[in-house]
């Protein structure tokens, strides 16, 4: 994968959090690199939404994907390694992010941009509430609220808690979008009471005549405002409060103040006087100068701010401008406390209050300006610029920077067969039961047990070493699970860059645990290796494995009748392709990295248990490709292919409807006249048969009385996208392959 640093990697900048001044630093070195200094972003979600626009999701001004930042297309666009994981902790003594339920990576400087948590203590059955931060939680709480009330039995009596900027624009919203939702809906909207509790001055610390303002918005919003008393319990549709009154609450929203995120605690870093991680003027703490927290989540000694995202905003330029310096052994510039700021607190009806420096003004013209501002900086990280023209027009390049990894990095069928034919057949071994032309060798030792091998390498189609490492080893060991085996030892092949000696033992580190991951809950170990450098990480196992007598499976076999099950979803090709130009969506991505990482154990033992007969997977060849291979090795039959029971993955088909296709795409085209009509095939679809897979599943020939039991069996074993896909004819003189749709019945 492309990175933004030029030259070897000697500095390591770890970013924890997809906030506002994180998503600016990515941008920034991705308009200027340094020299030797590589960024990663460390996110547990791979979307992060911006503060500012959800008022306006909330009163239906905005759609979700208006306020989502898409990190992993943000990372691949700015040249930065993207690690989806949660952070728990941090070594300091040997620079380690510590990560959930994976090794911890090395850091030269790490920053924390991680946003709050809600502040419920005091309030019994918090729980029940339904909290703004964080917010990717809150975006799915609220739709399942806002569908239970289109129904006519729907909540009705709403509370927001928090008398803030924030709660105040919450309240106003939630009242304006349930009231023209349900005269959509024709139900009455006068039957929705919205109260919020302030739990004193309604926006404290802002000038009267804001507040003033306000409460008129909240009037004309039918809101009932509560400035006397505080939420003491949230109980089974209603509340207490601190004065002894009840009132009805179907639901209760809690916007109430912040409290520090759940990591705080585990850093062992210094603290302000509201729990937050203390920080200098200069972002860093005071313990520890390779240590930096901006937004949110920390507080700047001195200079005591709200939480409030203009502030994280405008710490990104200050941030990124001291990483620099700090990466290149300069002083750090504090950062100049800023007296005021513009702030404009929307009031659900296209109009928004502006405030400054003690004035305040209303009207439409101060939603027009929100929503300006807003569009505006989200629009820098939704679709930054390119590095080195990774977002190219055109999806399949012969610049051979942007050639796919994984399995679309290995040699087409002709250049190999080609390279085969010549060779010749070697010399012979008695040994030797099956060699070259299945998936794996099948050798005969002299106690006569059987014993599998293979071996793959190819370059990482992931920046996180760990995923790679674990994707590589799962995709090694498929050929010997494809023949039936059990692999039991392997030997590791590793390549990387010629980075400083710190970083490759770290690269290395996280390839070797990420394979560890794969293979020692399947009892297979690593036993030695060999590494070298080359200008893209590689990795790859040369697998042995054992194959009890009767459970051998090869690729020929095939008769009539039988039905083809796939147990993987296609697409893995172009969404590498389309992720290498940053137009791959996070949800997509994240789906394709965990089937790649998913091993085929279980789905091997499924498919031996419902009389699963001619098998292979379903690798660098694409579906199309590995399928002519086990008719080749059949006699006297053809294939039916359902299009329409594919199984993909999600966005697989739309993307490789605009275009975007495996490099690799020409080469596997080369077995398009094994398709009856395939030049009429549209692009599309002929992009997702031919797509190369890396770590693909097994694709096997099970009975028809077998084939849906099997695939139910599949699906609860985890191969949740298993499908029946095709069948198994009589060749009749016709094409070796037909799209027939139906075939899969």
């Not at 302030?198 to 009037?219: D, H, N, Q, S």
């Not at 927290?293 to 502030?311: M, T």
């Not at 209050?353 to 929503?371: I, Q």
């Amino acid at each position: 994968m492309k990175r933004a640093a030029p030259g070897p990697i000697t500095t390591d900048i770890v970013l924890v959090g997809g906030g506002h001044a994180h998503v600016h630093v990515l941008r920034a070195f991705a308009m200027r690199p340094e020299k030797g200094v590589r960024l990663t972003l460390v996110a547990k979600e791979l979307t992060t939404p911006y503060s500012g626009m959800l008022p306006g999701l909330i009163a239906g001004v905005y759609q979700p994907d208006d306020i989502m930042i898409d990190l992993v297309r943000l990372a691949r666009a700015t040249g930065a390694r993207l690690i989806g994981a949660a952070a728990t902790g941090l070594d300091r003594a040997e620079r380690r992010l510590l990560l959930e339920r994976r090794p911890p990576i090395a850091y030269d400087f790490v920053s924390f941009d991680v946003g709050i948590a809600p502040r419920l203590e005091g309030v019994a059955g918090a729980e029940r509430a339904i909290a703004v931060k964080p917010i990717a939680t809150f975006l799915a709480r609220f739709e399942a609220f806002r569908l239970a009330a289109l129904r006519p039995d729907g909540p009705r009596s709403v509370v927001v808690a928090g008398g803030g900027a924030a709660g105040t624009e919450l309240a106003l919203a939630l009242a304006r979008r349930l009231r023209r939702d349900a005269e959509a809906a024709g139900l009455d909207p006068h039957a929705f009471n919205v109260t919020l509790l302030a739990g004193g001055a309604l926006l404290p610390g802002y000038p009267g005549k804001v507040a003033a303002l306000l409460r008129e918005a909240l009037t004309q919003a039918q809101v009932t405002l509560d400035e006397t008393a505080r939420l003491a319990a949230i109980e089974e549709r209603e509340v207490a409060l601190d004065d002894g009154r009840r009132l009805p609450a179907d639901a209760v929203f809690m916007a109430t103040a912040a409290a520090p995120h759940p990591i705080t605690a585990a850093l062992g870093l210094p603290e302000d006087a509201s729990g937050f991680i203390a920080v200098t003027p200069a972002l860093t703490s005071p313990a520890d100068d390779r240590v930096f927290a901006v937004g949110d989540c920390a507080g700047v000694l001195g200079q005591p701010r709200p939480k409030a995202g203009v502030y994280a905003v405008r710490q990104g330029p200050a941030l990124a401008a001291n990483l620099r310096r700090a990466a290149r052994g300069k002083r750090l510039k504090p950062l100049a406390a800023q007296a005021d700021h513009l702030s404009l607190i929307g009031r659900g009806d296209g109009t928004a209050v502006a405030t400054r420096n003690g004035y305040a003004a209303a009207g439409r013209w101060a939603w027009t300006l929100k929503d300006w501002i807003d569009r505006r900086w989200i629009a820098m990280y939704r679709d930054p610029p390119a590095m080195d023209g990774v977002r190219g027009p055109a999806p399949v390049s012969d610049d051979p920077a942007m050639r796919c990894g994984g399995c679309a990095a290995k040699l087409g069928p002709a250049p190999l067969a080609a390279a085969l034919r010549r060779l010749g057949p070697g010399v012979a071994s008695e040994e030797v039961i099956l060699g070259v032309g299945d998936d794996a060798a099948v050798i005969r030792r002299s106690d006569g047990a059987l014993e599998l091998q293979t071996v793959d390498l190819f370059k990482a189609p992931v920046d996180d070493p760990f995923l790679f490492g674990k994707i590589a080893a799962v995709h090694a060991i498929g050929d010997v699970f494809a023949m039936g085996g059990r692999p039991s030892y392997a030997l590791a092949i590793a390549a990387l860059p010629p980075d400083a000696p710190a970083q490759q033992a770290e690269a290395l580190y996280q390839m070797m645990a990420g394979a560890r991951a794969a293979l020692d809950p399947l009892g297979v170990s690593i036993i030695g290796g060999h590494t070298g450098e080359a200008a893209d990480p590689a990795f790859g196992l040369a697998v042995t494995g054992g194959l009890a007598e009767g459970d051998g499976r090869r690729k020929g076999g095939l008769t009539p009748g039988v039905r083809l099950v796939l147990t993987k979803p296609l697409g893995v090709g172009v969404l590498i392709a389309a992720d290498m130009r940053a137009q791959a969506p996070a949800a997509a991505m994240a789906a394709a990295w965990a089937e790649m990482a998913r091993p085929l154990a279980a789905d091997v033992e499924v498919l031996r248990t419902h009389r699963g007969r001619a098998m292979t997977d379903v690798t660098g060849f694409g579906l199309v490709g590995h399928l002519a291979e086990m008719l080749d090795a059949s006699r006297g039959v053809a294939a039916e292919i359902d299009p329409a029971a594919l199984p993909l993955l999600p966005e697989a088909a739309e993307l490789a409807a605009r275009g975007f296709a495996s490099t690799a795409l020409p080469q596997t085209l080369a077995n398009l006249p094994r398709i009856g009509g395939g030049e009429g095939v549209p692009a599309w679809l002929k992009a997702l048969l031919f797509d190369p897979q890396t770590s693909g599943g097994l694709l096997a020939a099970v009975a028809e009385d077998q084939a849906g039991p099997c695939v139910a069996a599949l699906h609860a074993a985890g191969a949740t996208g298993a499908a029946v896909i095709g069948r198994i004819v009589a060749r009749d003189g016709g094409p070796d392959i037909r799209l027939v749709t139906g075939s899969a019945a």
